[in-house]
């Protein structure tokens, strides 16, 4: 066993040009009706900036064999494991005991790991519980993780070419250690190949719409000497095009990718808002920052969601002035200056009265736009749990 | 093959008295930085109902090798596998190949749903593509299940004393097959023990702090005839707790958790907002209609996000009046009347101010209640793509 606290390059043999990774998550919690596994998201993105693909991943719960048996299956056919959870003090905490059978090799108490958790509880007065020294055994010739905000180390362990990762559950925790083993061993493990990638983001337009005018973009970068890999994801009024290429020279690398984003650009017009992954309201955030306008909201069946999405862009608050929830006939009239006799003529959802909010609430804020949302409120059944 | 387009409960043997299940989504999209299957949380509520316990869920890409390992893994462990995506025409869906192959029955083409398909494509003018034959291989031995919206097939697969179930991704179809699949040849199959839960929502106290008060039922409830499960969930600001039970006798069952429910609003009290499962929201907007009492509110940093989830509520325009984002101290004079001096004396975050905010759109608003949250915006980063 490796006394190292800082976890090292070790591990035999050199991985594919193209490595995989599968992700195992811990915890019975996360397999019940309203929960699941979310850590995945960000071990996928670190690992695919690495080149690292990731080929499944899988939430199990507390049975060790369970666990074990699906440790043997992902080991059997790729070149990195990273788990999560499974590894706190108690007896429902396997994770630990799983892996070392599998990998075969005994758990062997860290003396240095007893030392660094019970200094953590000591500088909070409290005596460390002899449970805590669970978190101390380690499988033989493994390498352990630093946990800066958390008492669970994390485990490095060398399996013949592969390479197993143990890391705490808890997001905070898991990103900070994962982000050093990226930049440190795991970067030294792949070659030199990365993977880049631009997100297009489309509004007003659908999937298959979208899908339908790129295909001869498709067959054009298929030809080109470094290849352009795209996804299409529909996401909610919005399409996103994911364009990657898997390189060693960054530079032409991103060059490709700005070819493609123009063909894109050239393709799809004023629909694309963003080609570098932000949302809609980060480029309406940007755009009215770099102008110096302001804007105030009126709404009314959409009861505040497009004020919420707006002031969730840190520092709206410069060019956001107000928003108004105008549900009522009467709330338009006092609140926005919407003359009665518009909205018995037109009804509250009509281009007229639409107009009349917008301006109405512009010139009550004192700013320089206003927007309105006169839709009508759809019947929507409760969200499914 | 059977040529029934219903599913029969065939299939050999019983299954054990708390059987388990395991799901596998298919799809490559699933395995990016920005998406994950959440099919498996309907399909775990819908499971569990029928006491059947989900040890483990799993995504996959779309490699024949990867699907088949973990079909095969599933298979032996569990009594049902239920499988969502890669039943799609295209060479990309490969679900219905890497079961035929572990299961070892010959893809047969399946006349009923080739013509089921062609009558879709028919009614909307168009004549099917060949390549929608793909939809129609069924391994031998396999029972199809119709799916009202859409091209793909479901299949009800027996395999020795198991099942494997195979539904498209869709939600919408997914949900409607399954739905059906569970009140006829799943019920059958299942012994008569069902699973009952009681969700409680907790506002307003930590995870932990609950459950250091809950020890002491923990512990009584572990003694009773019919045991109680407990499993105490923190979501956003809440505490969410949920008790099952598994019996046959359903009236028992839930008197037994009724008693439960009953310990808990003793030890927690007050703190206690729902013991169905409600949200916050919707037991607000429960109280307020029968009470038939409307509300109006006024914000300032939280932007919207209050009366977005107020009106989240279907109905919710019978008591939501309307709403008022005043971010600036011009618009909390404007818009709610707040004096100039309150603020200039107290600070524009003071209970005064709140005071005031709310009783401002309380008179404007014409209402029975104003609610202010005069909350200071706290800096915080983008969030994680």
């Known amino acids: 066993m490796d006394s190292v606290v800082q976890p090292n390059a070790a591990g035999t043999g050199a991985w594919p040009a193209a490595p995989r990774a599968e992700i195992v998550a811990v915890g ?9 596994d979310t850590n995945s998201l960000y071990i996928t993105e670190v ?35 990273v788990m999560t959870g499974g590894l706190g003090p ?15 090799k005994p758990l062997v108490e860290h003396p240095a790991i007893v030392e ?12 460390m519980p002899e449970i805590n020294r669970r978190q101390a055994m380690v499988p033989e010739g493994a390498t352990v993780i630093d946990n800066p905000n958390g008492t669970a180390p994390g485990l490095w362990i060398p399996y013949g070419n592969r390479i197993i990762i143990l890391l705490p559950g808890p ?24 993977l880049f990638r631009r997100v297009i983001g489309i509004a007003g337009r659908g999937e298959s719409h979208v899908e339908q005018a790129l295909l001869p973009c498709y067959a054009r970068w298929k030809t080109w000497e470094l290849p352009i890999d795209a996804t299409i994801l529909a996401a909610m009024g919005q399409v996103e095009l994911h364009l990657t290429v898997r390189t060693a020279d960054e530079a032409h690398g991103q060059s490709v990718l700005e070819r493609a984003v123009a063909d894109v650009r050239e393709t799809i017009g004023i629909d694309v808002f ?37 002031t969730d862009i840190p520092g709206s608050s410069t060019y ?12 338009k009239i006092d609140l926005l200056g919407v003359p009665r006799e518009l909205i018995a003529e037109h009804g509250a959802v009509s281009e007229p009265v639409a107009t009349a909010m917008a301006d109405g609430v512009r010139q009550r804020a004192g700013v320089d736009l206003g927007i309105a949302i006169p839709v009508i409120a759809m019947p929507r059944s409760t969200p499914a749990r």
Chains 1, 2 share one sequence.
Do not use: H, W
């Open 28 to 36: 019975s919690e996360m397999l019940t009706p309203s929960k699941t």
């Open 47 to 81: 690992l695919n900036e690495l080149g690292i693909e990731v080929s499944a991943k899988m939430i199990v719960g507390d049975r060790i064999e369970d666990l074990m048996a699906l440790v043997r299956l992902v080991l059997a056919r790729v070149d990195l494991l």
């Open 90 to 104: 108690t007896e429902d905490d396997l994770t630990r005991d799983a892996v070392a059978r599998v990998v075969d």
């Open 116 to 127: 660094t958790i019970r200094a953590r509880f000591e500088r909070r007065g409290m005596v």
């Open 171 to 194: 997001p905070r925790e898991m990103r900070a250690m994962l982000r050093k083993l990226a930049d440190g061993p795991l970067a030294a493990r792949v070659g030199r190949e990365r």
């Open 274 to 310: 963003s080609d570098r992954g932000e949302s809609l309201e980060q480029v309406i955030g940007r755009l009215l920052t770099e102008r110096g306008l302001t804007v105030a909201a009126a709404e009314s069946c959409t009861g505040g969601l497009l004020t919420s999405r707006l």
């Open 320 to 331: 956001v002035e107000r928003s108004v929830v105008a549900y009522s006939n009467q709330a």
